[in-house]
């Protein structure tokens, strides 16, 4: 379970020195200026901070300047789904108490049948989280693929009924690799009969650049585009290693995804949910302090290019 040591001073003086990084983007992120389209909220996946408790959580993304996270409520998360009825209330009265808002979970909840999927959306939407991810629905070669498709969309369409009536909305995640999404008319035809008020699309351009390329992302986005209801953030490159073409996931604005045009689209498209922001790439340190010195560091400075992309398009 997280805890909540934590070095305060060595924290601070790390958060003050990437002040000047965040300063270029540090706009207000829950509402823009008048006359404009009112801005998503900015999250940091919770994952990243994993070894934080509740309170020390709150307090590092205050001073990192998040207004909200994207919380882990998931085996090894920040709320662990069997408890999640007392330990949830817990870590959303913590991260409001730093004004920190809980806009969306991540789960790993893919049935209505599963005995902590119930619990765990009617305990979220009574404290008034709004949005949860799905979990993953994978394809096998020992299986059909049109069987996996359409238990995927059985799956889902008994998630949506859940949600309905939690009064909470899901997002089906277009994650690369053997996912069903991975190709993102998968998660259009698993949602196409399925009330857009239950369930939606958790739209990942990181990964609809992966599979889709220099355009193919952008149309899996016009297809998705009326159902986007949270977004996450990273970046990567291809690299040729051992002879093979690999994904390295890098900084933002270091790789290959197209952050001005996407948020170009997302803004046209009236997107108003939480925007959750993933630092994937490998962060070293000489020592276990060290490392997460330059972890929270590269976290500000993946939150300032963040800001800085968001404010150029939402106005």
């Known amino acids: ?50 070894h934080l408790g509740h309170a020390a959580l709150a307090t590092t993304l205050r001073e990192l300047g998040f207004p909200g996270v994207d919380l882990t409520v998931r085996p090894g998360g920040h709320v662990l789904p069997e408890n999640v009825e007392r330990d949830l209330p817990k870590a959303v009265a913590a991260l409001e108490k730093e004004n920190i808002a809980v806009p969306m979970i991540t789960t ?27 979990g993953y629905y994978r394809y096998s070669d020992a299986k059909p693929f049109d069987d996996t498709l359409a238990e995927a969309k059985r799956e889902a369409e008994g998630l949506a009924k859940l ?3 939690a009064k909470i909305q899901g997002g ?5 690799g053997n996912y069903v999404g991975a190709a993102m008319w998968d998660n259009w035809w698993v949602m196409r009969d399925i009330d857009p008020q239950a369930m939606g699309a958790y739209f990942d351009p990181c990964h609809a650049t992966v ?61 108003q949910g939480p925007i959750s922001l993933h630092m994937e790439y490998p962060i070293d340190g000489p020592t276990e302090s060290a490392r997460e010195d330059r972890t929270l560091a590269a976290i500000g400075r993946d939150l300032g290019y963040l800001k800085q992309q968001v404010a150029a398009a939402f106005g």
């Open 108 to 134: 790993g909840i893919t049935s209505a049948s599963h005995s902590t999927a119930r619990p765990t959306l009617y305990t979220a939407a009574k404290h008034g989280i709004p949005f949860f991810k799905v």
């Open 163 to 165: 949600s309905a009536g």
């Open 1 to 50: 379970m997280p805890t909540e040591s934590h070095n305060l001073t060595r924290r601070q003086l790390m958060l003050a020195g990437a002040g000047s990084i965040l300063s270029a983007g540090a706009l207000g992120n829950t509402a823009a200026a008048a006359g404009s389209t009112p801005r998503p909220t900015l999250c940091l996946f919770s994952k990243h901070l994993q």
């Open 172 to 176: 089906l995640h277009n994650h690369n």
């Open 211 to 271: 599979e889709g390329g220099a355009k193919g992302w952008e149309i899996g986005f016009h297809r998705l585009a009326d159902r986007i209801k949270m977004v996450a953030i990273k970046d990567f490159y291809w690299e040729k290693t051992g002879g093979a073409w690999k994904v390295q996931m890098c900084p933002l604005g270091e790789g290959m995804v197209n952050f001005p045009k996407f948020f170009q689209l997302l803004a046209a498209s009236g997107f």
